[in-house]
């Protein structure tokens, strides 16, 4: 079946612009993750969907970060204002149920704010 | 929170020879553990995972191992190919909250021919 899907797969804005990324998660799984993935470093979560309710939103690194879930499906992650330290993949991840399974990734935005 | 180290963070072998990756984890707590290849330019890609209710899991000629004791688990490959150079992660989470894995810096394989 389907995988993972996510858009744009680049992303080139100027610093200042708000930008949106969204995921397409696996029909039917209920857990979505959203993870950031710098240069030459490992994944950094950013925050965690069950059905359309968020958690877990530990890992977003300032308050021009939010993201929301409509539909227990699609999932949208905004940056406001972006700034060149933001340039990173963004990568969401779906899973089942939560709680320890395996989580399938997308193939990620990559994001280069000029 | 939990905290995971892998190492070392670039290895390169000789086709045929065996490869193995080193993680530790600080929380106790943590129950599953996976790990991921991710070639250049390539999402993640789940190849292996174990949970804390067993010490040794292979599929193939990759394998892994936990020692709950010591807070590490570590990937094996044996009879590595050129196929294998990618960049491998490990990482963690425990049943209490989100799940959200914790990741490793991820160690960078190349299999030469």
């Known amino acids: 079946g389907a995988g993972v899907s996510q858009s744009p797969s680049n992303k080139v804005t100027e610093k200042g612009k708000d930008v949106e990324l969204r995921c397409d998660p696996i029909?039917?799984?209920?857990?979505l993750y959203w993870y950031r993935q710098s240069l030459g470093q490992g994944l950094e979560f950013l925050i965690y969907?069950?059905?359309?309710?968020?958690?877990?939103k530990s890992g977003l690194p300032s308050d021009r970060f939010s993201a929301e879930r409509t539909g227990g499906s699609v999932s949208t992650l905004t940056i406001q204002r972006t700034q060149q330290e933001d340039s990173a993949v963004y990568l969401c991840a779906s899973s089942p149920v939560g709680g320890a399974y395996e989580q399938y990734f997308g193939p990620g935005t990559r994001l280069t704010v000029t | 929170g939990e905290n995971v180290e892998q190492h070392p963070s670039t290895l390169s072998v000789q086709e045929g020879d065996s490869a193995v990756i080193k993680c530790t984890y600080s929380?106790?707590?943590?129950?599953?553990f996976p790990w991921y290849k991710q070639e250049l330019g390539k999402r993640p890609q789940l190849i292996i995972d174990?949970?804390?209710?067993?010490g040794e899991k292979k599929d193939q000629r990759i394998a892994v191992t936990l020692n709950k004791t010591a807070k590490h688990f570590s990937l094996h490959i044996t009879e590595t190919q050129p196929e294998d150079s990618a960049v491998y992660f490990c990482a963690a989470s425990k049943p209490a909250g989100s799940e959200k894995l914790v990741f490793g810096k991820g160690m960078k394989l190349t299999v030469n021919p």
């Open positions: 029909s039917g799984h209920t857990a």
């Open positions: 969907f069950q059905g359309n309710s968020a958690p877990d």
């Open positions: 174990i949970r804390s209710n067993v």
């Open positions: 929380d106790s707590a943590s129950n599953y």
